[in-house]
C-alpha cells in the first residue's frame, strides 16, 4: 500500500517560480515511472511532466521549456520546478505512480494519486 503527498503549492504572481514535491511513503517507487498532472477548475484533468525510473523525461508541449521534472529514488521523492508561470497554469497539481510502468499520457493508466496541490498565478 503506497501513498503520495505532494506539497509546495501556492499564490505566485505571473513570471514568478514555484517548486513542488511529491513525496512517497508505503512502499518504494524507485522503479516506477512517475509524473505530475493538474486540473484546473471545470477542465478535464491533464498530463504535464512523466519520469522513468532511470530518469527519462517527457513534458506536455505547453508546459515544454518551462517546467522541469525530477526524482531522488533514494529518498522516494518525485519533483517540478515550474518558471515563467502563466495565469492559465492554475490548476490543482496532483502526482501520481505507475507500478514498474512507463511514462503514460492518460490518468487512467495510474496506480496510486496523491491528493493535490493547488498552484494559483496571478495576471
Known amino acids: 500500500q503506497g501513498q503520495l503527498v505532494e506539497s509546495g503549492g501556492g499564490l505566485v504572481q505571473a513570471g514568478g517560480s514555484l517548486r513542488l514535491t511529491c513525496a512517497g511513503s508505503?512502499?518504494?517507487?524507485?522503479?516506477?515511472?512517475m509524473a505530475w498532472f493538474r486540473q484546473g477548475q471545470g477542465k478535464q484533468r491533464e498530463f504535464v511532466a512523466g519520469i522513468t525510473y532511470i530518469g527519462g523525461t517527457y513534458y506536455a508541449d505547453i508546459v515544454k521549456g518551462r517546467f522541469t521534472i525530477s526524482r531522488d529514488s533514494a529518498k522516494n521523492m518525485v519533483y517540478l520546478q515550474m518558471d515563467s508561470l502563466k495565469p492559465e497554469d492554475t490548476a490543482a497539481y496532483y502526482c501520481?505512480?505507475?507500478?514498474?510502468?512507463?511514462?503514460?499520457?492518460?490518468?487512467?493508466?495510474?496506480?496510486?494519486w496523491g491528493p493535490g496541490t493547488q498552484v494559483t498565478v496571478s495576471s
Open positions: 508505503g512502499r518504494d517507487f524507485a522503479r516506477d515511472a
Open positions: 501520481a505512480a505507475i507500478r514498474d510502468g512507463h511514462i503514460a499520457t492518460a490518468a487512467i493508466a495510474y496506480d496510486y
